[in-house]
């Protein structure tokens, strides 16, 4: 029986074709296609027309990251956040995402569902992607540190924004969140009040614990106690808000103030007063952090810090060009640090009058 020859069907025009194909019915080497196509001086005339002739014919569209990928020079930017919702992390990416696409760079976003486990795959997944450089918050669980050396041992550029490593060798986009936490404490003295209660957050986190730092500098500063009946210490979630509050209204002497460390908390907070006939804020104060969107649909509005979003994200962005920029040469790790603002709003702001006397604040904890 006659053999019969294998032949290959040739390309459609609508069928994507790779540089392979091109090669193949041309019968040159790829090495032949490429520099025919980049008008590299090595291929004469008549090849280089008869590569763009086919190219033509069959709608050829070079792979660009594959080529970005061989000269070493990857286009793409790797993100990885705790979370895509709400408004502080999307607002972040926003700015990330036009910072980096004026710079000519497009992103890969991760998120690590704040599991410190998910985080070390989203690392091996953009390392594997082979992005230019990587941006990290980090997630709520995560206390070892050990897959951001492989990123570093790598050459890779690599920036913390929001919540960061600490340490002078980091490079990192931060908001001064001990500062904003001064400021709302000081507003909260600024009306009144003076048993100032505290949603604080892990305190692996530096945002937290500088937050945490912020409050404890306002009590010191408008010489008020430092009473830990009145700190506790959370995964900052609604429903931890809410069973803080629970806790305080049946002390003989509630609080007249909360700051919380998170918008959600101090949500969370406000509802279980109100659900108990506690006014906001004539009878207890409430302040959160992070200026989310609902903060201005709730009823009162809350008073919040805002984190300045999307200049963060935009930062960011800057500082891992230069890393990008100075690769193989050194330098010098940098700390960006954001201004907080301070956002008044109806949740915190009394009617110029001091907070109520300790008796009549605890004879109406008694009648609850």
């Known amino acids: 029986m006659a053999s019969r020859k294998k032949t290959s069907a040739a390309p459609t025009s609508n069928t994507p074709v790779s540089m392979a194909d091109l090669a193949r019915e041309l019968g040159v080497s790829m090495t032949t296609i490429s520099r025919a196509l980049s008008d590299h001086y090595s291929i004469g005339p008549e090849m280089k027309s008869k590569v763009l002739k086919l190219a033509k014919k069959y709608n050829y569209q070079p792979n660009r990251l594959a080529s ?5 020079k990857s286009k793409l930017l790797g993100i990885i956040v705790p979370y895509i919702e709400g408004r502080f992390f999307p ?5 990330i995402e036009t910072a980096a696409s004026k710079a000519g760079y497009n992103v890969i976003i991760c998120q ?4 410190a486990a998910q985080e070390r795959r989203n690392i091996e997944a953009l390392l594997s992607a082979q992005v230019a450089g990587i941006m990290v918050s980090l997630s709520r669980t995560t206390t070892s540190y050990r897959h951001f050396e492989k990123v570093q041992s790598r050459g890779l550029p690599l920036v913390f924004f929001d919540r960061s490593m600490e340490g002078e060798d ?22 009144g009040c003076r048993r100032i209660a505290h949603l604080a ?10 937050r945490y730092r912020g409050y404890l500098e306002g009590l010191r500063e408008a010489g008020l106690p430092v009473e830990e009946e009145l700190i506790v ?9 809410a069973e803080a509050m629970r806790t305080w209204l049946a002390l003989p002497n509630p609080p007249d103030a909360v700051f919380s460390a998170g918008d959600y908390c101090a949500l969370g907070a406000m509802q279980e007063a109100q659900r108990q006939g506690v006014q906001v804020p004539a009878d207890v104060a409430i302040t959160g952090f992070s200026n989310e969107a609902f903060t201005v649909i709730t009823e009162p509005t809350i008073t919040t810090i805002d984190q300045r979003c999307e200049e963060m994200g935009q930062a960011t962005v800057r500082l891992l060009l230069e890393l990008i920029e100075a690769h193989g040469t050194a330098f010098t790790p940098r700390q960006i640090v954001l201004r907080p603002e301070l956002l008044t709003r109806n949740s915190s702001v009394r009617e110029a009058k001091p907070a109520a006397p300790a008796s009549r604040r605890a004879a109406k904890a008694a009648a609850r």
């Open 112 to 115: 690590s569902h704040e599991d």
């Open 201 to 210: 957050g892990p305190q692996h986190l530096t945002i937290y614990k500088n």
């Open 170 to 191: 980091v490079n990192a986009v931060v908001l001064d969140d001990q500062e904003g936490a001064l400021i709302s404490t000081r507003h909260l003295v600024a009306q």
């Open 68 to 72: 970005a990928l061989r000269k070493g």
């Open 91 to 95: 607002s972040v990416v926003h700015g």
């Open 233 to 241: 210490f959370t995964d900052m979630t609604q429903p931890e808000g």
